[in-house]
């Protein structure tokens, strides 16, 4: 039975006056609604290492702040990604285990096996690529209809580089898509309800199948650019299939890393200019903006709201005294709103300064490899979006995801315009 603190349902409460020890920021329900944004306020004005006795998934301890999340990232000797980064602990029947669940050295050889897809010369020969398949697209869409973004253009961009990175058969790649959700929606694992735990465990069992056998197709074959032929020809990660969980646990990262940063900033950046129309007239004005745009779109979105780390031993963390097997969750999604750090965070400004600045890609050893792929495709995407259409108008309201881990949509009704 559920004590009287756990039983309290944050949405139910006003951010200023619920006693502290009572705000438990893991609630699904919060990002679904966007109405975390009082809360975190909160927790960084009052207490920016907060403790939660009480939740779903345990008692955790919330860091908010832009420098004290960045402190426990660049600290893994004491902060630990073993054994996974997610608020909830992994159920029995999914024991994955991906580079982002672990700490040097193991990290970092695998990490080093996948890393030429996202080099400098490998993102030169995917921008043409990337630009050809926005550029269809769009030109794909119903002028004068309202559609869903989210399907027709976010899904579509990304899961098609998706099929590319991996070259996964591009007629079944939709599958990508629907693995990616899969893995992080479930209420066990995020508090979400886009797929049941028995429906989630028999998504991911195709998943090892369909990427066990593409495994031995391109280990038998000649080595090739994609990242199943990196792991399977790498000298670090040769034998990685003789632990199926360790290679799916990597081939699912990399399919949610790959799909969730790019598809749900593409929907959020649209979100925002419409919010924001003084910005979008600007974007009009100057489509040179792009660059920064995208930086300034990936910080406001915040694709990842959070990760977790487990203390390895008993530490002090700005004066909160943490002990070992502790949970220490960063939230992205406050520290880049923290107003120490970034200037006037809770406003949306393409043309800000040192747009780079942000959480969103982590810090240390775990910053996100792809977040140049990333931004390279959402500064294409834009560049040919601003080529064909003078608005991408918002016409109902976005349906978010119900998750704790992902900050993303469903649904984003649109209409465009063209110039």
Partial sequence: MLDTVKSLRMLDQ?????DLEQIDVSQAELYEHDAQWGFFERLRRDDPVHYC????FGPFWSVTKFEHIAHVEKNHQIFSSEPTITLADLPEEIPFQSFIQMDPPKHDEHRAAVQPVVAPANLAKLEPIIRERAGRILDELPVGETFNWVDRVSIELTTQMLATLFDFPFEQRRKLTFWSDATTGAPDISGG??????ERNKALAECGETFTRLWYERVNGPPGNDLISMLAHSERTRNIIDSPMEYLGNILLLIVGGNDTTRNSISGGVLALNQNPGEYEKLRQNPKLIPN????????????LAMRRRAKEDTELFGKPIRKNDKVVMWYISGNRDDEVIDDPMSFRIDRENARHHLSFGFGIHRCMGNRLAEMQLRVAWEEIMKRFRMVEVVGAPVRVKSN?????RELPVRVHPW
Avoid: K, L
Wanted: aromatic residues 10%; glycine residues 4%.
């Fill in 14 to 18: 006003d951010p200023a006056s619920i």
């Fill in 53 to 56: 006795a009480h939740s779903e």
């Fill in 293 to 304: 745009m995208v930086s300034e779109i990936i910080r406001w979105q915040t694709p990842i």
């Fill in 193 to 198: 309800d886009f797929i049941t735990p028995d």
């Fill in 405 to 409: 881990i992902i900050r993303g949509y």
